[in-house]
């Protein structure tokens, strides 16, 4: 999370500090990494020692196989991933082979499954033949002119060419996730399946089945609509729509310039409305509206376009917890991370699981949105009028 910093001490910090420690942990951290035994000799006692020393927390850890060929796949070889299709969307990671590594993991354990690697004219000629030989679909987009706020547009068309592909091959369902992210669990597809039967749409004339997505680091509880895309399920119409929303027209640099208004108020809702439970973001600041509007995140423009275009205008002026609660409640699903087992490289700190039950960053998460299913009461009907169809991506 966010914590104002002072400018000096954070360049001396990572100017100074941060190549100094990596200079003198790299020769544990190599011995460390060499076997299992000294792994026990050297990194246990390292974590026991700082559990020990440390007057505020105690310190877990999570390990996952580089080599996809040591996982356990428990399916059997045949067509019973028919239908349903991965996409995986963005540059290639060709760094220890991880998005070919990917897609073969994803082809043991989704027998029958369609894997589609979305990616930019350009991309690694080496990874592209091997996907490829593994039984990948490889399709390769022209970057927009536009590319929004923090690349959302290219966010937004490699998905899009990715479930276009992926229905015109037949399939019903699509995961969407990242060629630099990695879903280690091997039995998402049926959970991500079985939820979406377990809890079935809240107005299937609008919305026939709902969307999944993940918990931690990517669903926000005080942010209006604040729901990531690093991994999203759902049926393949829907997310086809998801991901044809209006696109963004704000300059690439956005978020770089307003960083620090957007980590401000990140940091002040997170730490202070999560001690009061069931609050709201408009009772920390009166032009709540205005800010949110001005500091938009790429994901939250994402979920609140579609929501906006597909079941209910949002206008200003709106309630947009009372919109977003509406949202999860009866058209969306939050699983919860631990179960699906995202590994990201690209950012290291969506690894660490220090807050996973303490909520300190108002995360949402199943349980939370379990409560929203069953005791949330919308303050208004969010349905869309036969009116507004047409001109349905004007709202936001």
């Not at 011995?31 to 974590?47: D, F, Q, T, W």
């Not at 020393?53 to 356990?72: C, F, G, M, N, R």
């Not at 409305?273 to 009166?286: Q, R, W």
């Not at 996973?356 to 303050?379: R, T």
Request: proline share 6%.
């Amino acid at each position: 999370m966010y914590r104002p910093a002072n400018k000096a001490l954070k360049e001396i910090a990572e100017k100074v500090i941060d190549p100094a420690i990596r200079f003198f942990n790299f020769p544990l951290a190599y011995l460390a990494g060499r076997s299992e035994s000294m792994e026990k000799a050297i990194l246990r006692p390292v974590i026991k020692s700082y559990t020990n020393q440390s007057k505020d927390w105690i310190i877990q850890y999570t390990k996952l196989p580089k080599d996809v060929e040591k996982i356990p796949v428990e399916w059997p070889d045949d067509d019973g991933f028919a239908g349903y299709a991965i996409i995986l969307q963005g540059p290639v990671r060709t760094e220890e082979n991880f998005t070919v590594e990917t897609v073969k993991y994803y082809k043991r354990c989704y027998p029958g499954a369609t894997i589609i690697v979305s990616t930019w004219i350009g991309a690694d000629t080496a990874a592209k033949a091997a996907a490829k030989k593994l039984g990948a679909v490889w399709i390769e987009s022209e970057p927009p002119q536009v590319r929004g706020a923090g690349n959302v547009n290219m966010q937004l068309d490699s998905s899009l060419a990715g479930m276009k592909r992926a229905k015109s091959l037949g399939c019903r369902y699509a995961m969407k996730t990242r060629t630099d992210q990695r879903i280690y669990a091997n039995d998402v597809l049926q959970y991500f399946r079985n939820l979406q039967e377990m809890f079935p749409s809240g107005d299937p004339g609008i919305m026939p089945q709902r969307l999944v997505y993940i918990s931690r680091g990517s669903a926000y509880r005080y942010f209006p609509f604040f729901l990531g895309d690093f991994v999203v399920f759902g049926a393949m119409d829907e997310m086809i729509k998801l991901y044809s929303v209006k696109r963004d027209d704000r300059p690439n640099d956005f978020h770089k310039v307003r960083i620090e208004e957007e980590g401000q108020l990140n940091y002040e809702i997170g730490e202070k409305l999560e001690v009061k439970c069931d609050s709201s973001p408009y009772e920390l600041y009166p032009d709540f509206e205005e800010r949110f509007y001005n500091l938009m995140y790429s994901e939250i423009r994402i979920s609140l376009q579609f929501f906006s275009e597909n079941i209910c205008p949002v206008r200003r002026g709106d309630d947009l917890m009372d919109a977003y609660y509406t949202y999860l409640k009866k058209y969306a699903i939050i699983a919860d991370v631990e179960k699906v087992l995202p590994y990201f490289p690209k950012y290291p700190w969506y690894a660490r699981r220090g807050f996973n039950e303490f909520n300190a960053v108002g995360k949402m998460d199943f349980k939370k949105w379990m409560e929203l299913y069953l005791h949330y009461q919308p303050k208004k009907d969010w349905v869309r009028s036969a009116d507004t169809v047409e001109n349905r991506k004007e709202f936001v």
